[in-house]
């Protein structure tokens, strides 16, 4: 049986609740505003050094699974060690909780909505500048190296010299050393060039097949008869929970075991990624964010993958930043957003954008001190063929809403479907702000969990989050009027059709 199983509901740090009053209502008003008009540019960092930029993305790295996110497994002990060097913002959200449309926004510092970078066939649109575009156009060597089938519309490229996306079908676990040897013979190739990287490790995603050796730190035995994620537990989740399978039934344990058996995977694959850098001689001058596209549910809410909702266990992931040479260790807890990562690197690294905004901000002013704003951050997921949901954190408010909502049963109904992708397209184009049919409100001080509805009980409240997104949605209907619902769909063959199928696509 698994040992040291952590509750999903583990409290973490927020901010102390309080009753609405005139102040808070004028304060909040102020943040509508900031999500109607957009950010300002920040400032770029003026005569900055030509530092060297790592970005890494763990897929499917749900924040609460780490050590230095207060897990009890050792799941993370040299992620530890960077976090404890490094700035940690302590509430990080990822735009989307579907892969294509979270690394669109991360690349691009746009939302979704906004940006026209929406659903199945999400990619960068061609009028937005790529994070690898902005640092290619200032003269740096720039690679992008990946173990995920996700990534492979060109768009995704844009702006990088040395491209290479290591598997062709999907669900290949444990490739993490490889990609690490891959973007450290970028970094040796790159001799005294300036260089940026995006690495992009898959593991944990499912399926989960961690190494033996890995498995049996956290149980005293391999569980004999698991249950395959996509081919058994997910188009019946209702099913097995009638069933008994839940926390405490051997099943789940397994289930949980092997995802965190393949963070520890990934773990020691970053571990020789820096130590790599720092036999390069390169680690001094380098800026490295870890981040991840999105977490993972283990029943939470009902169901289990991602890319199905909004909850804190599909969108709360990892941020830090760790340049230890320049920046001071700290830990930050206001909320922020993966949009925030390009403005804020780019304005550490004096790096041009050519004066084109992002939704984001910068969270490091140019002494690298913590600075943050107070706005709201959003989260979409507008997958046609699923939920087409929105949430909203402000403080230790927490907002949903959304304009299709499919229950735990009818979401294994869609994942037994057979043709599900033809039958998504056939749908398009869809409206991504047709009526709102759903809405959840949590005070996430109070329940980490987001357990409590509140959406019935605080209809003050209420009526501030749903003006963020209406807001949001004023202005998307401005910007990208002629992208909503749409992006270029990709011819997919067979052989990329049961690709997508083995990572539960």
Not at 16 to 40: F, I, K
Not at 149 to 160: D, K, P
Not at 199 to 211: C, N, R
Not at 366 to 385: C, I, K, N, T
Request: glycine fraction near 8%; charged fraction near 25%; hydrophobic fraction near 40%.
């Amino acid at each position: 049986m698994p040992r040291d199983r952590t509750p999903a509901d583990t409290p973490r740090a927020a901010a102390r609740r309080t009753s609405p009053s005139r102040r808070a209502a004028a304060g909040l008003a102020a943040l509508v505003l900031a999500v109607a008009c957009g950010p300002a540019d920040g400032p770029a960092a003026p005569d900055a050094p030509r530092r060297n930029l790592v970005v890494v993305l763990v897929d499917t790295l749900r924040a609460d699974h780490l050590g230095f996110h207060g897990y009890a497994r050792d799941t993370s002990p040299f992620l530890d060690e960077l976090a404890a060097e490094g700035v940690v913002f302590e509430r990080a959200y990822s735009p989307s909780a579907f892969t294509r449309e979270s690394v669109a926004a991360l690349l691009t510092g746009r939302l979704p909505s906004l940006s026209g970078s929406l659903g199945w066939y999400a990619a960068p649109s061609d009028d937005l500048p790529t994070l690898g575009e902005s640092y290619q156009a200032a003269g740096y060597r720039t690679g992008f190296f990946t173990t995920t089938i996700m990534l492979g519309n060109e768009r995704f490229t844009r702006g990088f010299d040395d491209v290479d996306q290591m598997v062709e079908k999907g669900g290949v676990s444990g490739m993490g050393h490889e990609l690490t040897e891959r973007a450290l013979r970028f970094v040796r190739d790159a001799g005294d060039e300036p260089f940026m990287m995006y690495v992009h490790y898959f593991d944990p995603h499912g399926p989960y097949e961690p190494p033996e050796a890995l498995y049996t730190r956290f149980a005293d035995e391999v569980f004999a008869d698991p249950i395959g994620l996509y081919t058994e537990l997910r188009p019946r989740v209702p099913e097995y929970v009638a069933q008994g399978f839940g926390p405490g039934d051997p099943r789940y344990e397994d289930q949980q075991v092997r995802y965190d058996a393949e963070i520890v995977d990934t773990d020691d694959a970053i571990r020789a990624l820096v130590d790599g850098l720092r036999e390069a001689g390169v680690a001094d001058d380098t800026t490295l964010v870890l981040t991840s596209d999105h977490g993972e549910e283990f029943l939470e809410h009902g169901f289990v993958e991602h890319a199905w909702t909004l909850y804190e266990e599909s969108v709360h992931v990892p941020l830090v930043v760790w340049d230890p040479s320049r920046l001071p260790p700290a830990r930050v807890s206001r909320p922020v957003s993966l949009v925030d990562v390009v403005p804020t690197v780019t304005a550490l690294h004096g790096v041009s954008r050519d004066g084109r905004p992002t939704d984001g901000h910068v969270l490091l002013d140019v002494s690298g001190a913590p600075s943050p704003p107070a706005v709201p951050v959003v989260s979409e997921l507008l997958v046609q063929h699923r939920n087409v949901v929105r949430s909203v954190v402000v403080g230790p408010w927490k907002y949903l809403q959304a304009r299709r909502w499919l229950n735990p049963v009818q979401r294994s109904v869609i994942c037994r479907a057979e043709r599900k992708h033809e039958l998504a397209a056939q749908e398009r184009p869809f409206d991504p702000w047709s009526p709102v049919v759903h809405e959840e409100l949590y005070d996430l001080s109070q329940d980490p969990g987001e357990r409590r509805d509140l959406s019935g009980t605080e209809p003050t409240q209420l009526a501030r989050m749903r003006e963020v997104l209406a807001a949001l949605e004023r202005r998307a209907k401005e910007v990208a009027p002629g992208q909503q619902g749409r992006a270029d769909e990709q011819e997919m063959d067979q052989e990329m059709l049961d690709a997508i199928k083995a990572i539960g696509y």
